[in-house]
């Protein structure tokens, strides 16, 4: 099939190149609108019990959760003086009626607890009118500006101040890592091709692939809710598996380019031929599998999560379409021109190609001579990286993700030092139940351990709200045991929903313990068919699963040690939380998966083509490990370059995300593919190619397997510029 559109691309160069060119200028037209597409919440299960308690609540009395807490304090006022109470509600009374459901403050209710100890600052509650976590967060933007007084310090706290510092502070970082990679990334390229031509291709593919998949998200948007997030995950697998893409396929055509004497007339066509059926169909399953790991993250209710797999299925099938199509048109039109613009040093050096017999292949016959203790080795060394991950406390977002001179980090610490020790609260729904069933209720909510106070604070007909308050931060363990406790109480009536961002805390870890499951069999049941169709083997799918999970949860590891136990603070320059927020190792999962199979398939792809030629099998892995060691390094590094400026990231799980795939990429990139893959293939010897007699018949026949090129028709020359 490849061979077939190899050869099409090469009769048909320009008019391919042509036709992606306009479909990259409609694609960035259209798909330059998506932010004013995307939405900013999406944390939320639906089917969840926080989920139902909120949007019961809001029902039946209105918003009434505190989402914003307006800090205004004097150095020289306190609260009892006419001055002080002037600013603030003239702050108060210019607010929008439609952006607020309900604002608190201390001279209308006279409570103590919205008083500082020194008295110097004052508390304003305030809960936004919307209904949806955009229509809050779009409420806070038109509040924000509006709350800070002339004549006092203002700080705003609160959920809905985080969530607008780490949007801002995302979208900065992600600005940042741009700028900041972009240009290394370029230098190495064009260290690692030679020349200024071939080093661009990168950069070409790139570019098409991020600007396709912004389209295909605002077009997805039109159908379901995606969070602005995806655009940070289009950017990275976009521009990552371009650069992989490039490699593979620009390494091969010149590989085979050099093969063929310069005088012959169908060289450049018959290259591109071979190239396509080679490199192409590396590139062709790679983007298949890469896919699929994206795509398990469809199974989870929460809308970010599944933005994550819109943005990473539409950035991996766009550059690798790009990667098939435009990329052998430009190769075709250029033909040997590629090399063009050669580095000084190199320009009377032959383009390198890897030979058979390399520093690369040395070492895999060295790991081959002594498999078992490699194997053992290898295996031990990344357990123990991985051994932290055992005593992971899982959480969610909270202010200290920010850094410390975040508006709203500031604005927390000041919360917690001036008005006491922080607490958290859970909201308590009850329905069909009198007074005397409630008051009952609410004692045996007061009996639960680490509870301080429960007391009712709205009522309509027969339907209570109770606040339930304790002292800590509302993400430790101990205040998730505390909502599962106050959820096994019996509640009266109808029963009784417990909610708030404690219980929203334990809900999603629950929703993601239980679609685990069905993302890890989707990944496996599609990983295992995929691996099958393209080497026609059963054992190597199987392996190269047990490969990827080795040194993506050695990764966990590290992230847990540096990130949950709190190593490594000042170095990286954050603040731990003491647990791991429950969405981001999910999403590594599923990007490292793919990732680490964008490797596998590009080894295992020259190991197949060297073993069916000679059915060695040694010297088949061999030679697949000196053919692609070099240019997967290169990818590995390119990439790292990429992943590695997210590490630098002044947000928490940003920085963390981006420090744990870097040490996923770089021991898959080193230690698992130099090491663990030859090592236990050479243990399994011709059993990697084993498959049923049944499923052995029907590859045979209909298997995605190269086939030789045809030869080229004169036509093929037409319309081809060389």
């Known amino acids: 099939m490849l061979d077939r559109w190899g050869a099409f691309v090469a009769r048909r160069a320009l008019a391919v190149l042509l036709a992606s060119i306009l479909l990259a200028l409609g694609a960035g037209a259209y798909g330059a609108g998506v932010f004013g597409s995307l939405s900013q919440g999406g944390f ?30 004097s150095d020289d006022l306190t609260v009892g003086d006419r001055a002080f109470q002037r600013e603030v509600a003239g702050v108060l009374r210019d607010l929008p009626k439609d952006a607020t459901t309900r604002v608190v403050d201390y001279w209308s209710t006279q409570s103590p607890a919205l008083v500082s100890k020194d008295r110097h600052a004052t508390q304003v509650l305030i809960s936004l009118a919307g209904d949806s976590q955009d229509d809050y967060l779009r409420s806070y933007e038109r509040l924000e500006p509006l709350l800070h007084a002339d004549g006092l310090e203002t700080d705003l706290a609160g959920a809905f101040a985080v969530y607008s510092d780490v949007n801002e502070r995302t979208s900065e970082d992600l600005r940042r890592a741009e700028e900041l990679s972009l240009p290394i990334v370029a230098l190495l390229a ?3 091709f030679g020349s200024l031509v071939a080093a661009s291709m990168p950069v070409v593919v790139g570019a098409l692939a991020v600007v396709g998949a912004l389209a295909v998200v605002r077009l997805i948007a039109v159908f379901t809710e995606v969070s602005i997030f995806s655009v940070n995950v289009i950017t990275l697998l976009g521009m990552g598996l371009a650069i992989d893409y490039a490699l593979f396929v620009v390494s091969r055509f010149r590989e085979e380019l050099s093969s063929i004497p310069a005088d012959d007339p169908d060289g450049v066509a018959t290259a591109i ?39 990473g299925i ?13 990329l052998p048109a430009t190769l075709r039109l250029l033909g040997r021109r590629i090399d063009g613009g050669r580095l000084p040093w190199r320009r009377h050096r032959p383009v390198t190609v890897e030979s058979d017999h390399g520093a690369w292949a040395r070492l895999a016959h060295a790991v081959m001579r002594r498999p078992v203790a490699v194997v053992v080795a290898v295996t031990v060394g990344l357990l123990v990286i991985a051994s932290p991950f055992l005593g992971v406390k899982w959480g969610s977002i909270d202010y200290r993700i920010l850094p410390d001179d975040s508006p709203a980090h500031v604005a927390a610490e000041k919360l917690n030092s001036d008005f006491g020790p922080e607490t958290s609260t859970a909201s308590v729904l009850v329905e069909g139940a009198g007074q005397r069933e409630v008051a009952a209720y609410t004692r045996d909510l007061l009996a639960v351990p680490g509870v301080k106070t429960a007391q009712p604070v709205a009522q309509e007909g027969d339907a209570t709200l109770l606040q339930v308050a304790w002292r800590g931060n509302s993400q430790s363990e101990r205040s998730q045991d505390i909502v599962r406790a106050l959820r096994d109480v019996e509640g009266p009536g109808e029963g009784a929903l417990v909610g708030g ?69 000042g170095v990286l320059g954050f603040e731990s939380q003491g647990f791991l927020d429950a969405t981001n190792p999910i999403l590594m999962l599923a990007i490292l998966f793919g990732l680490s199979m964008d490797y596998e398939v590009f080894l295992l792809s020259r190991v197949r083509e060297q073993w069916d030629r000679t059915h060695d099998n040694d010297l088949a892995v ?55 893959v030859p090592a236990t293939m ?25 086939e030789p090129p045809a030869p080229a028709p004169a036509a093929d020359r037409a319309d081809v510029l060389v």
């Open 44 to 73: 939320d299960d639906p089917g969840s019990e926080g989920y139902q308690e909120l949007a019961r609540e809001r029902e039946i009395f209105g918003n009434s959760t505190v989402d914003v807490v307006a800090i205004y304090s």
């Open 682 to 706: 050479n243990l399994l010897g011709s059993w990697n190619w084993w498959a049923p007699a049944p499923m052995r018949r029907w590859w045979d026949r209909y298997g995605f397997r190269e």
């Open 501 to 569: 961002l404690t219980a929203d805390t334990v809900d999603l870890t629950a929703s993601v313990a239980d679609h685990l499951p069905w993302m890890a069999l989707i990944v496996v049941v599609v990983m295992m068919v995929l691996l099958f169709v393209a080497f026609g083997s059963l054992v190597l799918p199987v392996k190269a699963i047990v490969m990827n999970a080795v040194s993506i949860t050695a990764s966990f590891g590290v992230i847990t040690w540096i990130f949950s136990d709190g190593h490594l603070e």
């Open 622 to 676: 061999a030679t697949g490990v000196q053919k692609t060691g070099r240019i997967i390094t290169s990818a590995a590094l390119l990439l790292a370059i990429v992943i590695g400026a997210f590490g630098m990231s002044g947000i928490v799980f940003m920085k963390m995300i981006g420090i744990g795939m870097l040490v996923a990429l770089l021991i898959d990139a080193t230690v698992v593919r130099a090491l663990l």
């Open 314 to 326: 539409a950035a991996v099938l766009v550059a690798m379409l790009a990667a098939l199509t435009a």
């Open 190 to 192: 064009l260290l690692i």
């Open 273 to 311: 031929r071979t190239t396509m059926n080679t490199a192409g169909r590396t590139v062709f399953f790679s983007g298949l599998t890469v896919a699929a790991a994206m795509s398990s993250l469809l199974v989870f209710p929460q809308a970010f999560l599944r933005s994550m797999g819109y943005g």
